[in-house]
Nanobody, 123 residues
Framework: QVRLVESGGGSVQAGGSLRLSCAAS?????MGWFRQALGKEREGVASICTSSGSTYYPDSVKGRFTISKDNAKKTVFLEMNSLKPEDTGMYYC???????????????????WGQGTQVTVSS
């Protein structure tokens, strides 16, 4: 079992930035960030392959969010810029032994999950 611990959430005004971190207790093949707003389904916002560094973003965040990694610290980061009120939600870090991107970037493919960190963007 890989334990994931997120940090960095908070409140920001629209147009602002936040940086989330996720530290893993073990080795992973791929990691990702998902978010869930109240009353909505969980959606993926970024994924990264641990070895290759390949990344994937859905159109909703492409150009605004950047996922990166520090393999030595087993930590991934999510840099979020130009935040919008619709970016508000609980953000979860996820990990799996495999790397998932594109049409396979779905929450059901990730085995390990963090507890989540709240991001609130006010207008």
């Amino acid at each position: 079992q890989v334990r994931l611990v997120e940090s960095g959430g908070g409140s920001v005004q629209a147009g602002g930035s936040l940086r989330l971190s996720c530290a893993a207790s073990g080795s992973t093949g791929g990691m990702g960030w998902f978010r869930q707003a109240l009353g909505k389904e969980r959606e993926g916002v970024a994924s990264i392959c641990t070895s290759s560094g390949s990344t994937y973003y859905p159109d909703s965040v492409k150009g605004r969010f950047t996922i990166s990694k520090d393999n030595a610290k087993k930590t991934v980061f999510l840099e979020m810029n130009s935040l919008k009120p619709e970016d508000t939600g609980m953000y979860y870090c996820a990990a799996d032994s495999r790397c998932w991107g594109g049409i396979w970037f779905r929450d059901v493919n990730f085995r390990h999950w963090g507890q989540g960190t709240q991001v609130t963007v006010s207008s």
